[in-house]
Each structure stands twice: as C-alpha cells, then as structure tokens.
C-alpha cells in the first residue's frame, strides 16, 4: 500500500510563487507514473500535470502550461510541482496521485492511489 501527503500549500498573490510537494511512503513509487489533480470550490476534481516514472515523459493542462513545472526525485520518493506566475483562478485544493500501471495522466480512474490534498489560495 502506498500513502501520498502533500505539503507546501498556502496563501499567496497572484504572480507569487508556491512548490508543492508529494511524498510517498508505504512503498516505492519509482515505477510509478504520478500526477497532480486539483479541485476548486464548487468546481470537479480536474488535472493538474503528470510525470512519468522516469521522468522522461511530462504533460500540462493549458490551462498550467508555461507556469507550473512537475518534476519528481525517485530517490527521494517524491514529486514536486513548482507553480509559478499564480493567478486567482488556481486557488483549490491540489491533490497527488500515483498510477501503477498505466500512462494516461489525464485519466483520474486509472490512478491507484491518492493524497488527502493541501490548499492553494492565490489572492488577486
């Protein structure tokens, strides 16, 4: 069984900065695909960006694109999402998740297994 906990949430301005981490513990997840959902008030759960196990593969919403840059360290057990150029509109509680088998980052079903989340909160 894997656990996933995020960290670095917070308050920021807009055009600030924040890097979210997602540390995994229970086992490895080096051969594990992982991934960044969020999800904002009254809104779905959407995708964020995924990795892949190697790092060699790496995909963003547009919504993300040329602002956030997901990276992982397999010897650390742990992926990063560093957020840069923040906007109001990505305020929301940003979950990691870690996919054992497939890549398909976009698809929420084929995850595994998922954090509790940690609270992003840009302010205009």
């Known amino acids: 069984q894997v656990q996933l906990v995020e960290s670095g949430g917070g308050l920021v301005q807009a055009g600030g900065s924040l890097r979210l981490s997602c540390a995994a513990s229970?086992?490895?997840?080096?051969?594990?695909?992982l991934g960044w959902f969020r999800q904002a008030p009254g809104k779905e759960r959407e995708f964020v960006a995924a990795?892949?196990?190697?790092?060699?593969?790496?995909y963003y919403a547009d919504s993300v694109k040329g602002r956030f840059t997901i990276s992982r360290d397999n010897a650390k057990n742990t992926m990063y999402l560093q957020m840069n150029s923040l906007k109001p509109e990505d305020t929301a509680v940003y979950y990691c998740?870690?996919?054992?088998?497939?890549?398909?980052?976009?698809?929420?079903?084929?995850?595994?297994?998922w954090g509790q989340g940690t609270q992003v909160t840009v302010s205009s």
């Open positions: 229970g086992r490895t997840v080096s051969s594990y695909s």
């Open positions: 990795i892949s196990w190697n790092g060699g593969n790496t």
């Open positions: 998740a870690a996919d054992r088998t497939y890549w398909a980052p976009t698809r929420e079903t084929t995850y595994d297994y």
